[in-house]
């Protein structure tokens, strides 16, 4: 089955870009319709949606975080990324990449919910 | 964009029911049936439990119920196990393709 793993750096210094990378295993990420997004939760605090990518490359950010993010993807290796510029201490959190699954048609029926998460990866700020 | 308002805690007895609300805007909740909830154990990743206001995935037990009125959306669960104690979050479809989070809610079975 699908599965997604989240990697990077564990340990961002203040003022520099964060990045990760979440691999898609068990299938293309070319496949279906899915949105491929980032997802943050600090220590003891709630999920916050960053961002998210199509395989066509259309992106959306959280409007709060979008002057700092960029979410790409490649397809040849089945990733998709993740570039938050200018961490401070309140970028440290668990960050998880999910698959969000989009669907409509004619007659306004719609999908649109987090069917897939990776388990998460730790990063934290600090110099 | 502000999450979504869920109570920080709830709390039931096993076997008893409890509601966990979702309150959001006619701008999200209000206007979509798009409405999903996952539960997250600690140090896990969440799981989705329920989507489009009231569909179930399949696996998920039937004691999860969803609903929606306005711009409050609802988690039920009934016959409360000692499993069930965790967190618990909403999220909805926000229009433009953004998508927003409550807060967080933290299930205690007595």
């Known amino acids: 089955q699908v599965q997604l793993q989240e990697s990077g750096p564990g340990l961002v210094k203040p003022s520099q870009t964060l990045s990760l990378t979440c691999t898609v295993s068990?299938?293309?990420?070319?496949?279906?319709?899915?949105?491929w997004s980032w997802i943050r939760q600090p220590a003891g605090k709630g999920l916050e949606w960053i961002g998210h990518?199509?395989?066509?490359?259309?992106?959306n950010y959280n409007p709060s975080l979008k002057s700092r993010v960029t979410i790409s993807v490649d397809t040849s290796k089945n990733q998709f990324s993740l570039k938050l510029s200018s961490v401070t201490a309140a970028d440290t959190a668990v960050y998880y990449c999910?698959?969000?699954?989009?669907?409509?048609?004619?007659?306004?029926?719609?999908?649109?919910?987090?069917?897939?998460w990776g388990r998460g990866t730790l990063v934290t700020v600090s110099s | 964009q502000s999450a979504l308002t869920q109570p920080a805690s709830v709390s039931g007895s096993p076997g008893q029911s409890i509601t966990i609300s979702c309150t959001g805007t006619?701008?999200?909740?209000?206007?979509?049936?798009?409405v999903s909830w996952y539960q997250q154990h600690p140090g896990k990743a969440p799981k989705l439990i329920i989507y489009?206001?009231?569909k179930r995935p399949s696996g998920v037990s039937n004691r999860f119920s969803g609903s929606k009125s306005g711009n409050t959306a609802s988690l039920t669960i009934s016959g409360l196990q000692a499993d069930d104690e965790t967190d618990y979050y909403c999220?909805?479809?926000?229009?433009?393709?953004?998508?927003?989070f409550g807060g967080g809610t933290k299930l205690t079975v007595l």
């Open positions: 999910a698959r969000l699954r989009v669907y409509s048609d004619s007659s306004g029926y719609q999908d649109w919910y987090f069917d897939l």
């Open positions: 068990g299938g293309s990420i070319s496949s279906g319709n899915y949105y």
């Open positions: 990518i199509y395989t066509s490359g259309s992106t």
């Open positions: 006619s701008s999200d909740v209000g206007s979509y049936n798009l």
């Open positions: 489009e206001v009231s």
């Open positions: 999220c909805s479809y926000a229009g433009s393709t953004n998508m927003i």
